[in-house]
């Protein structure tokens, strides 16, 4: 079922008063990653930001590094809006309390007057996307939610050898509001969406002990035309180890952007395999495939979308600089 929808289209520097028609609100993360900046480098002028509301890990908070990158988003974006941009942060498990303050945001703010709601999901851990996504959703069913999200000029695993994004797994669990049905009668399925990462692929699939898995490569239309192409040595090494397991029957490659047709193979996996088994599904691509897999979860329920923590992020050199702007409608 290819439902309707618009492609991302390319949003660097462009200006949110064209795409939104009154007052709104901007929610962003902070990051160690230059690109969480990268909000600021867009046009604001005749736009009618009411506030802006900014999310921080507390852990993070620690590190001077990333506490200025959350001053200069606090400061920069209070330039814009009519009141002061508002800070919530909480401890990286406490998934429940970034729901609850999200709730007394809201209370506090209002949300009638509102004509749309602007996420920045650039640098939003994946998990706490789809949650704060669907809380939103839940919030305003009937209104469109403005997605932002800027690419970066290079990851560190295309800059040298021995580049990494993230080590280790501190552990792996179902996304909040994202728990599936499991049926006992039923054989279990992963749905593994293949990018930079071996290591947490490798570590989710061994966690998890599908009896069936399903790899979903990069199309020939990445991020960068000139990406090497980390992806497929990824999705080599993982059908080679996993090969009794892995499903050479079912193939599909999505482009970076491509949301809507990770929505729509997620859909064709349902029809084809929900019959005979339980599925789950992790994303390790690109977080607008992330978040075309959001879309298709949300309306699939029986699914289980897992996430795996890392123990470590690469704070140092996760990503270069900030490159593209994109903007999605959901």
């Known amino acids: 079922m ?101 709730d007394l945001f809201f209370a506090e703010e209002g949300i009638d007057s509102l004509t749309a709601i602007v996420v920045d999901i650039t640098a939003f851990p994946r998990d706490r996307m789809w949650y704060v996504l669907d809380y939103l959703k839940k919030l305003r069913p009937a209104r469109r939610i403005h997605i932002i999200y800027t690419e970066p000029k290079k990851y560190s695993t295309e800059m040298k050898a021995d580049g990494w994004l993230t080590r280790g797994v501190r552990n792996i669990c179902a996304i909040p509001g994202f728990n599936g049905f499991q049926h006992t009668e039923k054989k279990s399925l992963l749905v593994l969406m293949v990018g930079h990462e071996y290591e947490r692929a490798h570590i989710t699939i061994k966690n998890t002990e599908p009896q069936k898995v399903v790899l979903l490569g990069q199309g020939l239309e990445q991020y960068r035309s000139d990406c090497p192409r980390l992806s497929d040595e990824v999705l080599v090494r993982i059908g080679k180890e996993f090969n009794s397991i892995v499903d050479l029957a079912f193939a599909a490659e999505i482009n970076s952007r491509d949301y809507l047709s990770t929505r729509n193979t997620i859909d064709e996996i349902v029809n084809r395999y929900s019959s005979e088994f339980n599925l789950s599904i992790a994303t390790f691509g690109t977080k607008l495939q992330s978040l075309g897999a959001f879309l298709a979860c949300k309306e699939h329920r029986k699914i289980r979308a897992i996430y795996a923590e890392p123990q470590k992020y690469n704070d140092e050199d996760y990503s270069l600089d900030t490159g593209a702007s994109w903007h999605v409608e959901i």
Not at 31 to 56: D, G, M, Q
Not at 61 to 72: F, G, I, V
């Open 2 to 102: 290819n439902r309707v929808g618009l492609p991302a289209t390319d949003f660097t520097h462009r200006n949110l008063g064209e795409i939104i028609d009154g007052r709104f609100i901007l929610i962003c993360h902070s990051s160690f990653e230059p690109r969480a900046e990268a909000i600021l480098k867009l046009n604001f002028n005749n736009s009618a930001l009411v506030t802006s509301l900014i999310l921080a890990t507390e852990e993070s908070l620690l590190k001077p590094s990333y506490k200025e990158r959350t001053d200069r988003l606090v400061n920069g974006l209070g330039t814009y809006a009519e009141s002061k941009p508002r800070l919530i942060s909480d401890k990286r498990a406490s998934r429940i309390d970034w729901i609850r303050k999200l």
